[in-house]
Structures are given as structure tokens and as C-alpha cells.
């Protein structure tokens, strides 16, 4: 069974930064890419990064410049580097992994974690 834990969240001021951790059971190169979304309050869950088994990464315009994905292969483990955040961050950012199995995507979640920038 997948489990993906992050960690990392908090209580942060505009201009701060964060970093959030998801750290997989098993082994992080199963999935063929890995990616970070958030929730805000009343909102439909959005893309937040992307990161490709190949390394490829993707970001939303909204993040592009401030957010960094990585991930650790020997730790398991993918980040999200956060910098310069604004109150409009505020969010749980989720953990997902993909993983294609003969044609199908099958899709896993973490449980979220919170990250509020106060103005």
C-alpha cells in the first residue's frame, strides 16, 4: 500500500519561506512524476508543481519563480521549496504520485498539510 506523509506546514509571514516535505513508503522512482497541489477554503484543489520521473518539472504561473520542487531518490522523498509567500498561498498542499500501470494512472494522495501566510 502507498502512503505519502508530508510535513513542513505552519503559521508563516508574507515574505517568509517554507518547506514542504512528502516522504513515500517504498520506493519514490515506482511513480512516473510526483507533484504538489493545495485546497484554499471554499476553492476547487489546484495544481501547485510537477516533477517527472525524468525531472522535468512543471509550476503554476502563480508560483513560477518563487516555488521549487525537487525530490531525493536515495531519501524517497519529493520537496517543495516555497519562498517569498504571500497570504494568497494560504492553502493544504497535498502530496500526490502517479503512477502508470499497463495504461491506467493510479493516483495516491497524502493527507495535506496546512501553510497560512499572514499579511
Known amino acids: 500500500q502507498v502512503q505519502l506523509v508530508e510535513s513542513g506546514g505552519g503559521l508563516v509571514q508574507a515574505g517568509d519561506s517554507l518547506r514542504l516535505s512528502c516522504a513515500t513508503s517504498?520506493?519514490?522512482?515506482?511513480?512516473?512524476?510526483m507533484g504538489w497541489y493545495r485546497q484554499a477554503p471554499g476553492k476547487q484543489r489546484e495544481l501547485v508543481a510537477t516533477?517527472?520521473?525524468?525531472?522535468?518539472?512543471n509550476y503554476a504561473d502563480s508560483v513560477k519563480g518563487r516555488f521549487t520542487i525537487s525530490r531525493d531518490n536515495a531519501k524517497n522523498t519529493v520537496y517543495l521549496q516555497m519562498n517569498s509567500l504571500k497570504p494568497e498561498d494560504t492553502a493544504v498542499y497535498y502530496c500526490n504520485a502517479v503512477r502508470n500501470v499497463m495504461g491506467t494512472s493510479l493516483n495516491y494522495w497524502g493527507q495535506g498539510t496546512q501553510v497560512t501566510v499572514s499579511s
Open positions: 516533477i517527472l520521473i525524468s525531472g522535468t518539472t
Open positions: 517504498g520506493s519514490i522512482v515506482r511513480f512516473n512524476a
